[in-house]
Nanobody
């Protein structure tokens, strides 16, 4: 059983910063790409940023230059540093990871439960 647990969400004023964390736990053989997605009210879930096991990153255009994704492979943890936050960043942020639980198992996608980020104007 694999679990992803997010933390670090909250309420912040526009222009402020938050740091999200997501730790993977359970039976894990390897973790490939990890990432963050978000879903605002009445909108579809969208990609925010991803990072491969080798450290290559990808960002949505809307967050480039403001958000930074990083990971600690030893801790099976991915982070999202969010600076210069805007009201339109308000959403539930979900952690995702492509994980192989055992060496013989194909990788599959896992999702966290989500953490609320609210940016006030």
């Amino acid at each position: 059983q694999v679990h992803l647990v997010e933390s670090g969400g909250g309420l912040v004023q526009a222009g402020g910063s938050l740091r999200l964390s997501c730790a993977a736990s359970g039976v894990i053989f390897s973790i490939n790409t990890m990432g963050w997605y978000r879903q605002a009210p009445e909108k579809q879930r969208e990609l925010v940023a991803t990072i491969t096991s080798g450290g290559s990153t990808n960002y949505a255009d809307s967050v480039k230059g403001r958000f930074t994704i990083s990971r600690d492979n030893a801790k099976n943890t991915v982070y999202l540093q969010m600076n210069s936050l805007k009201p339109e960043d308000t959403a539930i942020y979900y952690c995702a990871a492509v994980i192989s639980a055992v060496v013989t198992a194909p990788p599959r996608n896992y999702w966290g439960q989500g953490t609320q980020v609210t940016v006030s104007s």
